[in-house]
């Protein structure tokens, strides 16, 4: 390399070096974009809490005497199917916490039978039992 070469590579450091140093460290790294330690501790135990309650809401969906009753009838293994429960993914727990909500508050109103709410726990335990085996 040629000496004009050197001194031009030398002369760029020395300059890009000066103007690091005189910038300030605030302009260089906002720490307003920063999420803090605790902002994702608490995010963490938010999501995690949530998950527990779909859980709990399926479960308790399941474990009703007509549920019991159907995966019995269906010679399906309640046992099995409360077990795979876990295996779910977020969105997928979500939307079936929220649809045994609905069916729970559906019957509970009166706007669904027995028949009904048994077709709706066997699609239930047949979307877990296909989430399950296909993952």
């Given at each position: 390399?040629s000496?004009v070469?050197k001194?031009w590579?030398?002369r760029?450091a020395v300059?890009?070096l000066?103007?690091?140093?005189t910038?300030?460290?605030?302009?260089m790294?906002?720490?307003?974009?920063?999420?803090s330690?605790?902002?994702l501790?608490?995010?963490a135990?938010a999501?995690?809490?949530t998950?527990?309650?779909n859980?709990?809401?399926?479960r308790?969906?399941?474990?009703?005497?007509?549920?019991?009753?159907?995966?019995?009838?269906?010679?399906i293994?309640?046992?099995q199917?409360?077990?795979?429960?876990?295996?779910?993914?977020?969105?997928?727990l979500a939307?079936l916490a929220?649809r045994?909500?609905k069916?729970?508050?559906?019957?509970?109103a009166?706007y669904l039978?027995?028949?009904d709410?048994?077709?709706?726990?066997?699609?239930?335990?047949?979307?877990?039992?296909?989430?399950?085996?296909a993952s």
């Amino acid at each position: 390399m040629s000496f004009v070469g050197k001194e031009w590579i030398r002369r760029f450091a020395v300059g890009a070096l000066a103007i690091v140093i005189t910038i300030p460290a605030g302009l260089m790294a906002q720490s307003d974009h920063v999420v803090s330690p605790a902002d994702l501790q608490r995010q963490a135990a938010a999501l995690t809490q949530t998950r527990q309650q779909n859980i709990g809401k399926v479960r308790s969906f399941l474990s009703s005497p007509t549920a019991e009753q159907t995966m019995q009838k269906a010679h399906i293994d309640s046992g099995q199917v409360k077990a795979a429960i876990p295996n779910l993914s977020d969105d997928e727990l979500a939307q079936l916490a929220a649809r045994a909500d609905k069916a729970q508050r559906d019957f509970a109103a009166g706007y669904l039978n027995t028949r009904d709410i048994a077709l709706i726990i066997l699609g239930v335990v047949v979307i877990i039992l296909i989430i399950v085996i296909a993952s």
